[in-house]
């Protein structure tokens, strides 16, 4: 599982997505999350807002699994 350390309180769904390369811009995450399931602790979610925080876990199926950590490195 790959790390996404984030220096803020939260990182939005939509960002996750541009970060890991599922998406090549901003503008596609709600496309790309009307076709394809995305899982957030272990719950499907299309969100584009939705609000990431520390210890969060993202499954981005043909893409990978990523954490949220705080800039420290810690979860």
């Known amino acids: 599982m790959d790390e996404i350390v984030i220096e803020t309180e939260f990182i939005t769904l ?5 970060v890991t390369d599922a998406i ?3 503008g596609m995450a709600k496309w790309f999350l009307q076709e394809h399931d995305v899982y ?9 807002g939705r ?11 043909g893409v990978g699994r990523f954490v949220i950590a705080n800039q420290n490195g810690e979860n």
Not at 14 to 18: E, Y
Not at 40 to 48: H, K, T
Not at 51 to 61: A, E, F, S, Y
């Open 14 to 18: 939509g960002q996750v997505l541009k």
């Open 24 to 26: 090549s811009s901003g």
């Open 51 to 61: 609000k990431l925080r520390h210890g969060d876990v993202i499954n981005i199926p």
């Open 40 to 48: 957030v602790n272990g719950e499907i979610d299309n969100r584009r």
